[in-house]
C-alpha cells in the first residue's frame, strides 16, 4: 500500500524494511502499528511514527506461541516463576504462552485460575492463558473453560498425581462429555506405566526410560483417547507425539484431532542424547531412537503436524542430579524454542513460511485464539525480528529460567532472535529487554460470549 505525502499516517510504532513472513509468503515491506494491533503494511515511506524500528536485514515472524508451558507458579517457585519464565519467553522471541496445570494447589477450581490470572496479570512479560485440569469433580468443567484466560481443559492419563490422573475409560468419556472446546490430552497408559516400572529400579541407566515408558504406553493411550473422543464427539488436541506409531493414528484422526511435537523429540534422539546429557534427557514422553525423530519429521512434512511446542518443564541441575529414577522428567525450553527451530530451518528440513506456521498460526488455529498468530491488518502486533545471519552458541549462561540450565548447551545454531514486540510494544531490542512487563489473558474465539451491543 503506498501512502500520499498530504496524508503520511502517524503510527505508533513502525517496522521499516524487514523481510515479512505474511500469510501469503515473504515480502520486504514496512509495518506500522497503531492501539497494539498492525494496521498498516506496505510501502510507508512517508509514514511518521514514535517509535521506529529498524528491520532492514532482519526477518520478521508473527510472535511465537508455546502451547505447553510448565510455569511451576503457586507452589514452585524454586523451580520458575511466572516472571521468570516469560523474561526467557520473550527473550527467545515468544509473545504468548498457555500455562499447564500442575502446581500446587493445581489449576482445577475457578479460585485457582483466577489465582494464577491474577499473578501473570502483574508478573507477566508476555500474554498468556492457563489450562483448568481435568480431574475427578468434571461437572463444573463447561462453565469454568469459558472464563476469561482460561485455556481450555488438560487432560493427563498419565504421570501426575491422583488429583490430576484420568486414566481410567470411564472418567475419561465424562471428562469428554463436558464442555465443547478443544481437550489437550498428555497420552501415556497409566496401567502400562506401572506394570513395567520394574525395569527402571534404583541405579538403572537413565536410557532405560525410554524401554519403561516404551511407544506402546504412548500408542495404546492415543488410540484409546481417539476412539472415546470419537464416541462423545469431542475435539482434542494430541499433544507431544514421540512416535511412529501415534503420526499414523493422528494422520488418520485429522477431522477430529489436532497435533504438536516438541522440539527436542525432533532435535534429539537416543540413545545419544542419553549417553550425552544424562537424566538431563529424562521427560515425558521419553525421547526415543532416530528412527522415531524421523518419522515426526515426516509428519512435519506431510502436514500431520499442527504445531511445535516447547514442553518447557524447568528443574533445579540439584533435582536432576538425583539417581534414575528418582530424578525429575523435564527440561526448560521456551527461551531456547525459536533459536532450535531456526537452525533447523537453517539445515533446510523446513522453511521459514512452515516454521511460522507451526510456532505461531498452526497454535493459534488449534486453539481459536482471537487476534493471534499472523502479521495482518487488524491483528495483534506480536512480532519477533530475527537475523537469520547470526551465529550463536546457546549457553547455559543465556537461560534466564531459575533452573539456569538448558540441554542444547554447547549447541551452534544459525539464526536469533533480536527484538520481540508484544501488542506493539517492544520488549526485546538487540537481545535485550528494554520494554516493561505488559503481559495480558489471551482471548479465544470459541469461549467468548454474545454480548449485547
Known amino acids: 500500500m503506498a501512502w500520499s505525502k498530504a496524508l503520511a499516517p502517524h503510527f505508533d510504532l513502525l517496522v521499516r524494511g524487514g523481510t515479512c ?16 494491533r498492525v494496521a498498516a503494511i506496505g510501502e510507508l515511506e512517508t509514514a511518521s511514527a514514535t517509535q ?14 508455546d502451547t505447553q508451558v510448565h510455569l511451576r507458579e503457586p507452589g514452585f517457585e524454586a523451580k520458575e516463576t511466572i516472571r521468570s519464565g516469560t523474561e526467557g519467553a520473550v527473550l527467545g522471541g515468544v509473545t ?22 491474577s499473578r501473570a496479570r502483574e508478573r507477566s512479560w508476555c500474554d498468556f492463558a492457563c489450562f483448568l485440569g481435568a480431574s475427578h469433580e468434571v461437572d463444573e468443567q463447561s462453565r469454568l473453560e469459558r472464563l476469561p484466560g482460561c485455556a481450555g481443559v488438560a487432560v493427563y492419563m498419565s504421570g501426575q498425581p491422583r488429583q490430576l490422573l484420568v486414566d481410567d475409560d470411564e472418567l475419561l468419556l465424562r471428562v469428554l462429555g463436558r464442555g465443547h472446546r478443544r481437550l489437550s490430552v498428555h497420552c501415556e497408559d497409566e496401567a502400562r506405566v ?52 501415534e503420526c499414523v493414528l493422528a494422520a488418520h484422526n485429522r477431522d477430529l484431532a489436532t497435533t504438536g511435537v516438541t522440539v527436542h523429540h525432533l532435535t534429539l534422539s537416543a540413545p545419544g542424547c542419553y549417553e550425552r546429557l544424562g537424566t538431563r534427557a529424562q521427560l515425558l514422553p521419553p525421547i526415543r531412537d532416530e528412527a522415531h525423530a524421523a518419522a515426526l519429521w515426516q509428519a512435519v512434512q506431510d502436514g500431520v503436524i499442527d504445531l511445535v511446542a516447547s514442553d518447557h518443564s524447568p528443574h533445579s541441575l540439584e533435582d536432576k542430579r538425583r539417581e534414575y529414577p528418582a530424578s525429575p522428567a523435564g527440561a526448560p525450553g521456551v527461551q531456547t524454542l525459536l533459536p532450535v527451530m531456526l537452525e533447523h530451518v ?50 547455559d549462561s543465556w537461560i534466564v529460567s531459575r533452573s539456569a540450565w538448558t540441554p542444547y548447551a554447547g549447541m551452534r545454531v544459525h539464526g536469533w532472535p533480536l527484538a520481540t514486540v508484544l501488542r506493539g510494544q517492544v520488549l526485546v531490542r538487540d537481545g535485550q529487554l528494554v520494554g516493561e512487563q505488559d503481559g495480558a489473558p489471551i482471548r ?5 460470549r454474545m454480548v449485547a451491543l
Open 21 to 36: 513472513v505474511l500469510h501469503r509468503g515473504l515480502a520486504r515491506v514496512d509495518l506500522g502499528v497503531l492501539g497494539g
Open 52 to 65: 521506529v524500528l529498524d528491520a532492514r536485514r532482519l526477518h520478521v515472524l508473527p510472535g511465537v506461541i
Open 194 to 245: 506401572l506394570a513395567r516400572f520394574a525395569l527402571v529400579e534404583a541405579g538403572a541407566e537413565p536410557s532405560a526410560h525410554a524401554q519403561w515408558r516404551d511407544v506402546d504406553v504412548a500408542a495404546r493411550a492415543t488410540q484409546r483417547l481417539l476412539g472415546l473422543a470419537r464416541r462423545a464427539g469431542r475435539r482434542v488436541h494430541l499433544m507431544h507425539l514421540s512416535s511412529a506409531e
Open 346 to 395: 537453517h539445515a533446510g528440513r523446513l522453511g521459514l513460511t512452515h516454521l511460522t506456521e507451526l510456532l505461531a498460526n498452526g497454535p493459534a488455529r488449534a486453539y481459536s485464539m482471537a487476534r493471534k498468530g499472523r502479521i495482518a491488518v487488524g491483528l495483534d502486533a506480536d512480532l519477533c525480528l530475527v537475523d537469520l545471519a547470526a551465529e550463536r552458541t546457546i549457553e
Open 444 to 448: 479465544f474465539a470459541d469461549a467468548l
Open 96 to 117: 504468548s504462552v498457555l500455562e499447564l496445570p500442575d502446581t500446587r494447589p493445581p489449576t482445577t477450581t475457578a479460585a485457582a485460575l483466577e489465582d494464577k490470572i
